[in-house]
């Protein structure tokens, strides 16, 4: 059964605290209480083999083509995506603020990715994912 961290039990104020933030510290503070994964569940040498067995691709949705892609940690879906929503969306504008305004661009290593879904496509356009409807994240792993 997937982990359920305390930030998804305490969601509320999680959230909270996620949009007060403004500085690195702050994000900083924010990551060390809600995002400490050093005990969290990571997945099974038999979960990634599943992983990659229901995981086939790519895949057209949307009329894009999609990857799939399986996070380490072993994470109920909701929980993964409300991690990679405050990565992304808070955490990494103030980490690497160099990378705003930034056009994305699948040619400079851009793709949007689903956490929810577990899916990334470097078509990139629409910013919902057309599997569950949540909003993508932008992700480049080149810099």
């Not at 569940?41 to 083999?49: I, R, V, W």
């Not at 990679?84 to 930034?102: I, K, N, Q, T, Y």
Request: aromatic share 12%; hydrophobic share 35%.
């Amino acid at each position: 059964m997937p982990f359920r961290p305390a930030f998804m039990r305490e969601f509320d104020a999680f959230a909270r605290e996620r949009e007060a933030i403004r500085t690195v510290e702050d994000w900083t503070a924010f990551s060390r209480k809600w995002l400490d994964s050093s005990t969290w569940p990571t997945k099974t040498p038999e979960q990634y083999a599943l992983d990659q067995a229901r995981k086939s691709g790519p895949v057209r949705l949307g009329g894009r083509s999609w990857s799939f892609f399986s996070d380490g940690m072993d994470l109920d879906p909701a929980a993964r995506y409300e991690l990679h929503d405050a990565v992304h969306r808070v955490g990494s504008p103030l980490v690497f603020p160099h990378m705003e305004g930034v056009p994305k661009e699948a040619s400079a290593g851009w793709e949007q990715r689903c956490g929810y879904c577990e899916i990334a496509t470097h078509e990139l356009g629409d910013e919902t994912c057309p599997r569950c409807g949540r909003r993508l994240h932008y992700a480049n792993f080149t810099e």
